[in-house]
């Protein structure tokens, strides 16, 4: 291969990588305004967090594209093809947090006039910090090539399950104690599970980065909380 392909190959995959930045600074943000706007009930804040999202399809498409593109152009073996599944990948995981950080900031619409969310809303803030932290461990992991720091953020996968559990179990305390309560609770329990999904999704990136980086995959079976580990 002439120096000129590999220079312009490895010009293609820098892109791949800062447009991946991009996405994960734009997720993080996301994520992190998703759950300001839900314990303040900040209606302006949701409504942003919404209008972010596209961003971040338009940003997966290209990578996507680019990807298909520079394989079909170089054939790259071995590390250099790793480099561009892991990059579909990590995007296709990222979209999806910002789906779900989006999906929150609609909730938080939908309950805005209601006084009591921001009490029964203290657990999720909990599990929120706990995936916004595992979500910047792997994505400074993927940006690092760091298999340790990932494989860390894989086996932390069941923290966010039991928190989610605890947090099922406080919501239907206050939908028990009064049944005007119901209502934003059941927003609340979809809240809970949307951030236990962006963990899974975090643990999706911690796996994807030890591929990369070894070329091996780790155990199906990730640790899990309490409650799925009882079912």
């Not at 400074?140 to 990932?150: G, I, K, L, P």
């Not at 406080?170 to 059941?186: Q, V």
Request: proline share 3%.
């Amino acid at each position: 291969m002439s120096e000129h392909i590999v220079s312009s190959f490895d010009q293609e995959l820098e892109g791949l990588g800062r447009k991946i930045a991009e996405m994960g600074g734009l997720a993080e943000h996301m994520l992190s305004d998703a759950m300001d706007a839900l314990s303040t009930l900040d209606t302006d804040l949701a409504q942003k967090v919404v209008a972010v999202d596209p961003r971040l399809d338009v940003l997966q498409r290209e990578i996507e594209e680019s990807a298909v593109l520079t394989i079909a152009r170089r054939q790259p073996m071995a590390v250099d093809l790793r480099e561009i599944v892991a990059a579909i990948r990590v995007s296709g995981d990222l979209e999806r947090i910002g789906d779900l950080a989006k999906n929150i900031a609609k909730r938080t619409m939908n309950i805005s006039t209601e006084p009591r969310v921001a009490r029964a809303a203290i657990g999720l803030r909990h599990m929120s910090d706990i995936a916004a932290h595992q979500l910047k461990d792997v994505l400074d992991a993927y940006a690092q090539r760091d298999v340790e720091r990932a494989h860390s953020v894989w086996a932390r996968d069941g923290e966010l399950d039991s928190l989610e559990d605890a947090v099922f179990r406080d919501l239907l305390t206050f939908m028990m104690e009064d049944p005007r309560n119901i209502s934003f609770c059941t927003h609340l329990l979809f809240c809970s599970k949307n951030i236990e999904r962006v963990g899974d999704h975090a643990t999706n990136i911690a796996e994807t980065v030890v591929y990369l980086a070894t070329g091996e995959s780790l155990p199906i079976e990730r640790p899990k909380g309490r409650m799925v580990a009882a079912q």
